[in-house]
């Protein structure tokens, strides 16, 4: 199942929250069980990544857990580029590939916040060129054939569909699905277009599904990244920076870092029955696609704390971006009774946001409903999204707890995943 590369020597624990944050960051607890964690039991989270590095189905990671406001884990392990041996740091950068969606989630309901959108809107108000998008259905003619047949949209897509993933776009994919290779034919999500670009060439392309009706992991949240940009005035990755990274003193994120901070990008190693490296941009590759759904990096710091920005309620060091009541809108299911899951929603496993595992999505990720269903420990209430080249969060209300796997291995995402949330619940003890 995994790569089985030798780590000699790169099993040490190389940086602890100690080291890692600076006074402007989140506190550290004294002992984990200041927070009610256990100590002892934290340990079999440091034994089981020490045996994923030293079995070599990982080349390194860097792990958080915070609960009631303090770090009461961190820690590196492995190494932050296999090729050059170069140990993992605290503060190593990472793609963090999808777990940009919250970011430009939050753009979006800031400017709702400023009364310049409401999420009712018609996508079409601020993309004229979706007015008339056309709705796909693949059907079988007579002679046995699959044709692609136009409708028109039952109702307009909403901004809420394309927060949610229930807008009918979809990702391009080689295959068999007519119109998901469309998407690979145009090139959709080229790094050389500009959201603008990548905007014109959907608008040419049919939905897939019709709107509301269907939840579709999707370029969605890069079609809202051109809305900020048209609403704002802003690029995405300046309104980024101004108004979310730079407020919450997020140093290290963003769609790329300086060339001087070139060594400190983690890189993958080679994995998957081909033995291939995974193509992972490096963190200072500056395409010109700003892509809202999945383009920007950043650290283990940074991404703690925009998760206790999250789980204060919308603000940071006396920094508020938006309102407690925004929060609760975005972390909520909002997925309509009926929906349906796409095709391909297998590949999310025990995280496929249906009601046969107690989750549904919100407004930029997944939400939790109930304590049964998914096979996973939680709360009824957390929310958590992953990036596909192996970064993961989940934050938990109901606990004051959050937790963050950075690592680029996209073939052990989803163990890892797994282990995170297994490893961290059976440590809280109070």
């Known amino acids: 199942m995994f790569s089985r590369m030798a780590r000699l020597a790169a099993t040490a624990v190389l940086l602890t929250s100690a080291t890692a944050f600076a006074a402007q960051d989140l506190p550290k607890a004294a002992r984990p069980e200041d927070v009610g964690l256990s100590t002892v039991r934290l340990q079999r989270l440091t034994d089981r990544m020490k045996q994923g590095v030293d079995k070599g189905e990982i080349p390194g990671a860097v792990v958080l857990v915070a609960r009631?406001?303090?770090?009461?884990?961190?820690?590196?392990?492995?190494?932050?580029?296999?090729?050059?041996?170069?140990?993992?740091?605290?503060?190593?950068?990472?793609?963090?590939?999808?777990?940009?969606?919250?970011f430009t989630s939050l753009a979006i309901m800031m400017l709702a916040e400023e009364g310049r959108l409401s999420i009712a809107d018609e996508a079409a108000k601020y993309l004229p060129a979706f007015k008339d998008l056309k709705v796909g259905v693949i059907r079988?003619?007579?002679?046995?054939?699959?044709?692609?047949?136009l409708e028109s949209q039952r109702r307009p897509m909403t901004i809420q569909d394309l927060l949610r993933h229930t807008s009918g776009l979809t990702y391009g994919s080689p295959g068999p699905n007519t119109m998901k290779q469309w998407y690979v034919d145009a090139r959709v999500g080229s790094p050389d277009d500009t959201n603008e670009q990548l905007v014109a060439k959907l608008a040419k392309l049919p939905l897939i599904y019709q709107p509301g009706t269907t939840w579709e992991y999707s370029v969605s949240t890069d079609v809202l990244g051109r809305i900020v940009e048209v609403v704002s005035g802003l690029t995405l990755d300046r309104f980024i920076a101004e108004r979310i990274?730079?407020?919450?003193?997020?140093?290290?994120?963003?769609?790329?870092?300086?060339?001087?901070?070139?060594d400190r990008g983690a890189r993958p190693q080679r994995e998957g029955p081909k033995n291939e490296l995974p193509r992972v941009p490096l963190v200072t590759t500056d395409a010109a696609f700003k892509s809202g759904g999945g383009g920007m990096v950043s650290t283990i710091a940074d991404y703690a704390r925009f998760c206790q920005f999250w789980l204060n309620g919308g603000e940071l060091d006396?920094?508020?971006?938006?309102?407690?009541?925004?929060?609760?809108?975005?972390?909520?299911?909002?997925?309509?009774?009926?929906?349906?899951?796409?095709?391909?929603?297998?590949r999310f496993e025990a995280l496929v946001p249906g009601p046969e595992m107690g989750q549904g999505f919100g407004l930029g990720f997944a939400v939790r409903n109930d304590a049964g269903r998914s096979p996973l420990h939680g709360s009824p209430?957390?929310?958590?999204?992953?990036?596909?080249?192996?970064?993961?969060?989940?934050?938990?209300?109901?606990?004051?707890?959050?937790?963050?796997?950075?690592?680029?291995?996209?073939?052990?995402?989803?163990?890892?995943?797994?282990l995170m949330r297994e490893l961290v619940y059976q440590a809280v003890i109070d």
Do not use: C, N
Not at 91 to 98: G, M
Not at 140 to 149: A, H, T
Not at 245 to 251: C, E, F, I
Not at 336 to 344: N, S
């Open 68 to 102: 009631r406001g303090k770090v009461a884990y961190q820690e590196s392990f492995g190494l932050r580029d296999p090729e050059t041996r170069a140990p993992m740091r605290a503060d190593t950068v990472f793609r963090i590939a999808s777990m940009t969606k919250p």
């Open 140 to 149: 079988r003619s007579p002679d046995g054939r699959s044709e692609v047949v």
């Open 245 to 262: 990274a730079g407020p919450l003193k997020l140093t290290d994120t963003g769609f790329h870092v300086p060339a001087s901070k070139a």
């Open 318 to 346: 006396g920094v508020r971006l938006v309102s407690r009541k925004t929060i609760e809108l975005m972390t909520a299911d909002h997925l309509p009774p009926g929906t349906t899951m796409g095709a391909e929603m297998g």
């Open 381 to 418: 209430g957390d929310y958590f999204w992953g990036g596909a080249y192996g970064t993961y969060f989940w934050i938990d209300p109901k606990e004051k707890l959050f937790a963050v796997l950075m690592m680029q291995s996209p073939q052990a995402r989803l163990p890892y995943r797994y």
